[in-house]
Each structure stands twice: as C-alpha cells, then as structure tokens.
Nanobody, 122 residues
C-alpha cells in the first residue's frame, strides 16, 4: 500500500502561484508513477499532470501547459505541482495519485490522497 498526503493548497489571487506537495509513505514510492487531478464543484474529476516513475516523462492537460510543472524530489518520496499564473478556473480540490502502471493513462491510478483545496480569486 502507498499512502499519499497532499498539502500546499490555499487561497490565492489570480496571476499568483502555489506549490502543492504530495508526500508518500508505505511501499517503495520510487517505482510508482504519480499524477495530479482536480475536481471543481459540480464537475467531473479531471487529469492535470503526471510524471513517470523515473521522472523522465511528463504529461499535462492542455489547460495547464506552460503554467504548471510536475516534478519529484531527489529522494523520490514527494511529488510537487508548481502552479503559476493561476486563474479562477483553476479553483478545485487537487488530488495526488499513484500507480504502478503507465503514468499517461488516467484510468490506472489506484492510490489517492484526500485532496487539498485551491481557490483562485479574481
């Protein structure tokens, strides 16, 4: 089992930045691909970004390309989502997820955190 705990959410003005963290514990997290997803009120959960287990490949949703960056720390225990140029439409609960499958396939993520709220006001 892998346990995931997100942090770093909060309230920010449009154009501002936040960095979300996802701390992992349990099994060897270094072999897991990781992703960030988000869910806005009354909307479906959507894919945001993903990183392969070795950190060499990254994928982003079109809506966040050029603004968000996913990366892992050198100890491979924490995954981050750096969010810049935030917009009100980025407001959502952000979830960290992990999988031993292919990082670019949103359907294979089977370990989830409880989420952290990000609110962007104009």
């Amino acid at each position: 089992q892998v346990q995931l705990v997100e942090s770093g959410g909060g309230l920010v003005q449009a154009g501002g930045s936040l960095r979300l963290s996802c701390a992992a514990s349990g099994r060897t997290f270094s072999r897991y691909a990781s992703g960030w997803f988000r869910q806005a009120p009354e909307k479906e959960r959507e894919f945001v970004a993903a990183i392969s287990w070795n950190g060499l490949d990254r994928n982003y949703a079109d809506s966040v390309k050029g603004r968000f960056t996913i990366f892992r720390d050198s100890a491979w225990n924490t995954v981050y989502l750096q969010m810049n140029s935030l917009k009100p439409e980025d407001t959502a609960v952000y979830y960290c997820a992990a999988t031993t499958g292919r990082h670019s396939d949103p359907s294979v993520y089977n370990y989830w955190g409880r989420g952290t709220q990000v609110t962007v006001h104009s």
